[in-house]
């Protein structure tokens, strides 16, 4: 008896393999007897999106002019202030703090240095190397084409702030951190201008490091890249206006408390956003994306080893805004997945993809307004739980959910709201139960559920109000029940 069932569940392996390839191809067997009639039903496959490149020209670090004037500036030991005030084109100013103090035959290390740079102008360079702990440097320029660099760090780098203040255009700022409890802030006002921090903190303490990025209202073609590695990591991008690019990628090793967090908000047209987390040890991966406007795209990128990934998206604000792109992209290895996303406006798509093991946990809620919205879901379990959760509120809405889990269940409730909607959801369960409630209200619905559990039970439940409104339910399983 058991060979048999192991044959069996060999064979279910396979066949949903199969499916997965093609959603549509599970739902064609479905919805076979009205595929003539509606060629809607042999169609249910999740709709894909390509992840556009969030890359960006990497600009080099060096003078943008010639060295007109110059400052030099080198200080050893604790407590050293430097100020620097240029004003004119071409300035270059270097600030050297090493922070290090010798005591007897050991390098004890300083701290407390501060460095005060003010440049206007053209073509203005400002370089600031600090060494130690508690150091701050700040940065203020205005003009055009100005650079501005902070290197902080190479041993006892500890509660350091690296501060640059830009305004104007086609303005560039680097600031490199290492080690622990560091804070790094770039704002810059203007167009064209290109801001990058990067933060590695080691295994010394593990506290993390912030960097926070604000680019402002008005501005266009900004750029804003922000890298950390390390554990307990926060990184905040602000971009306000049109065709800007956001690009943060965060690593969190074990070591402390490993979690990363990461917060887009972007306002205007035609601003993109790609997020990328990585957490091992029992990590966390927390990621918000808010973007305001019309044609923005999101994507979202994480993967968490003995950890969770929790994803937030929200688009739209005003009900006018269109064509919103959103994409997420989890995998958990014995953790935890759950992605929300929120669009409001018209022309809005969203594609979550989930994928979790070693009895991991899947969970995806999308909710849209408006009409002609896409949302498609694809989740896996093995040894798990898949859940999602789709309401759509509008007009030719589409609504695609593909749960797979072995030794788990699947849940799928989508609630559809206004005409023209399509729901497809097809489960997929062995040594667990499959759940699915569809609710369409309006003209011109249908609804194709495909259930398949082994040692199971299947539930379904359609209601469907208004005419011409199209159900179909098919359940295998060795006990199934359909109401």
Avoid at 174 to 184: E, G, I, L, P, S
Avoid at 251 to 265: E, K, P, Q
Avoid at 336 to 365: C, E, K, P, R
């Amino acid at each position: 008896m058991n060979y048999l069932i192991n044959f069996y569940l060999l064979m279910f392996k396979i066949f949903i393999m199969k499916k997965q390839i093609l959603l549509g191809a599970a739902l064609l067997f479905v919805a076979g007897m009205y595929a003539q009639e509606y060629e809607e039903c042999a169609d249910c496959s999740i709709p894909q999106v390509d992840c556009t490149d969030c890359s960006f020209d990497q600009l080099a670090s060096g003078p943008r002019g010639a060295a007109i004037n110059t400052s030099f500036v080198d200080q050893n030991g604790a407590e050293n202030d430097a100020f620097v005030n240029q004003t004119g084109d071409g300035n270059f100013s270097t600030i050297k703090q090493d922070g290090k103090m010798y005591s007897g035959h050991e390098m004890t290390g300083g701290f407390g240095n501060q460095a005060f740079v003010d440049q206007m102008g053209v073509r203005n360079h400002s370089d600031i190397k600090q060494d130690g702990n508690f150091n701050y440097g700040e940065v203020n320029q205005e003009g055009t084409e100005n650079f501005a660099k902070q290197d902080v760090g190479v041993g006892w780098a500890e509660d350091n702030t690296a501060l640059a203040h830009q305004y104007g255009e086609g303005n560039t700022s680097f600031q490199k951190q290492r080690y622990d409890n560091n804070t790094a802030h770039v704002d810059q006002d203007g167009t064209g201008n290109y801001a990058e921090q990067d933060q590695s903190s080691g295994a010394n303490a593990v506290a993390g490091s912030d960097a926070y990025i604000y680019q402002y209202w008005g501005a266009e073609e900004n750029a804003a890249k922000q890298t950390q590695r390390g554990s307990y990591n926060t990184a905040i991008a602000y971009q306000a206006g049109y065709q800007n690019t956001s690009n943060e990628n965060q690593i969190s090793d074990a070591g402390g408390l490993s979690a990363n967090y990461s917060y887009v908000d972007q306002w205007g047209a035609w601003n993109l956003s790609c997020v990328n987390q990585e957490a091992t040890g029992f990590a966390y991966n927390y990621s918000f994306v808010w973007q305001t406007g019309e044609t923005n795209n999101s994507f979202v990128n994480q993967y968490a080893n003995n950890g969770a990934n929790f994803s937030t998206v929200y688009q739209g604000l005003w009900l006018y805004t269109y064509g919103n792109v959103s994409h997420v992209n989890q995998v958990a290895e014995g953790g935890i997945n759950h992605s929300l996303v929120t669009q409001l406006g018209d022309y809005g798509t969203s594609v979550v993809d989930q994928s979790a093991t070693d009895y991991g946990f899947n969970w995806s809620s999308v909710t849209q307004y408006g009409y002609d919205n896409v949302s498609g879901v694809s989740q896996e379990a093995i040894g798990g739980i898949n859940g999602s959760t789709v309401m759509q509120v509008g007009a030719g809405n589409f609504s695609a959910v593909n749960q797979y889990a072995e030794g788990g269940a699947n849940l799928s409730f989508v609630g559809q709201y206004g005409f023209d909607n399509i729901s497809c959801v097809d489960q997929n369960a062995a040594d667990g139960f499959n759940l699915s409630f569809v609710t369409q209200l309006g003209t011109d619905n249908m609804s194709f559920v495909n259930q398949d559990a082994i040692s199971a039970s299947n539930f379904s439940n359609v209601s469907q109000v208004g005419h011409d409104n199209l159900s179909c339910v098919t359940q295998t399983g060795l006990v199934a029940g359909s109401f």
